[in-house]
C-alpha cells in the first residue's frame, strides 16, 4: 500500500508541474485527426448522404404507432439476440441474399470492414483499393498495422486503371480488396466486366461495397454464387435508417463463419434488431423514397450541368460531385455555409479532387436552397 500511495502522489506531482506523462499509444494513431463530423444545427444539411425523410416522422399516423408499439416489446433488462436471427432472415427474404449465402450484421459497415481485416491482419498483408475511395478503407488498415495500397482512378472520369489495378494485384497480392460500387465520393459505378476480371485475378476476397444499391442501376448480390471469393457488403444506413448503426455482409458460409468468432457479441442492439425488422416489412416506403430522390438526382444533375463553370460527374449514388472550374472550391463551400447550406468540401483531400464538392440529395426544397445560394456563390 505505501508503494501505491507514493506512486500515485508522484503523479499528481508531475502533473500540478505541467509535465507530460508518456503515452502508450502508438505514434501512427497519435499522427491522426479523429474523424470530423460538420456541426449543422440550423443548416440544410446536404453533406453526409443521408436520406432526407425524418424516420419516423416520414410514416402515417398508424405505422408510427405501430412502430411504437413493437419497441415496447423490447426487455432492455436482456442481452440482445447475438446473432439477430430474424433479423438476418428478414434481410435474406426482402432483398433476395442468394440461398448458399450466409449473412453477418454489423454495427454500420465500419464494423464490417474492421471485421474483415483483422481476419486477415498479418505482417504481409495488404489490403488494396482506388483512390479517390472511402476514407474507413485506410483508416482501418492502419488500425490494424495492415498496409494499405490505393490505386489512383484515371483523372478525366473516376474510371478504374485497370492496367495498374492488374499490376497492383499482381505485386501485391491483397488479402482483399475494397471496391464501393457506386464508388464513393465520386457516385460513379464501374464497368462490369472489370470488376469481374478483379475479382478473377485477386487471390483473396474482393468486396463488393454496395452502400448506395438503394439507388444504383446494377449490383453483384445475386451473383454471389459465381465467384467463391466475393463478398457483397450494404447498409440501411443510405436507405433512410442511418441512426440505427446497421450494415450487413453476404459471403460464402464457411467465410461468415470465420468473421463470427472475432465479431464482437451483442453488437446489434435490441433496439436496432426490432426496429429494422419493423421498416424491412414495410420496404415499400423506402423504396419510394429511394425513387423519389433519384428523380431529384436527375433534375439536380440538369441544373448544375446548366450552370457555367461547372464540370458535374455522373452519380448512381444519392450524391453529385462537382468541380468548380473558375472559383475556388473552398470559397464557395464557405459562401453556401454562410447562406445556411452545409455540402461537402473535397477539394484539399487529394490531387484528383482538387475544386471538387459534393452535394447529397435531399428534398425538393432542400436542393432548391442549394441550387440558389450555389448560383449566388459562383457570382
Known sequence: MPVRL??????????????????????????????????????????????????????????????????????????????????????????????????????????????LITAVAAPDAVVLSVAPGFVMYPMIA??????????????????????????????????????????????????????????????????????????AADSFLSRLREFPNLLVMRTLSKMGLAGLRLGYLCAAPELVSELDKIRLPYNINSLTQLSAEFALAHREILDQQASALCRQRQQMMERLQDMPGLQVFPSQANFILFRTQHKDASGVFAALKQSGVLIKDLSATTESLKGCLRVTIGLADENEKFLAALEMALG
Open 6 to 115: 507514493k506512486t500515485v502522489s508522484r503523479r499528481m506531482r508531475s502533473r500540478a508541474a505541467g509535465v507530460s506523462m508518456k503515452t502508450p499509444v502508438r505514434p501512427e494513431i497519435q499522427a491522426l485527426s479523429a474523424y470530423h463530423v460538420a456541426e449543422a444545427d440550423g443548416m440544410v444539411k446536404l453533406d453526409a448522404m443521408e436520406n432526407p425523410y425524418a424516420w419516423p416522422a416520414c410514416l402515417p399516423e398508424a405505422l408510427q404507432q405501430q412502430w411504437l408499439e413493437v419497441l415496447r416489446q423490447a426487455r432492455l433488462n436482456r442481452y440482445p439476440d447475438p446473432h439477430a436471427k430474424r433479423l438476418a432472415a428478414t434481410i435474406r427474404d426482402v432483398f433476395a441474399v442468394p440461398a448458399a449465402s450466409d449473412i453477418v450484421l454489423g454495427n454500420g459497415s465500419d464494423e464490417l470492414i474492421h471485421l
Open 142 to 215: 492502419l488500425f490494424n498495422r495492415v498496409k494499405y495500397v490505393a490505386v489512383p482512378l484515371l483523372a478525366e472520369d473516376f474510371s478504374l486503371d485497370m492496367a495498374a489495378m492488374r499490376e497492383a494485384i499482381e505485386q501485391y497480392q491483397p488479402k482483399v480488396v475494397f471496391l464501393a460500387y457506386p464508388n464513393n465520393p465520386t457516385g460513379n459505378l464501374f464497368a462490369r466486366q472489370q470488376v469481374e476480371e478483379i475479382i478473377d485475378r485477386a487471390p483473396g476476397w474482393v468486396v463488393i461495397d454496395e452502400a448506395y444499391a438503394a439507388f
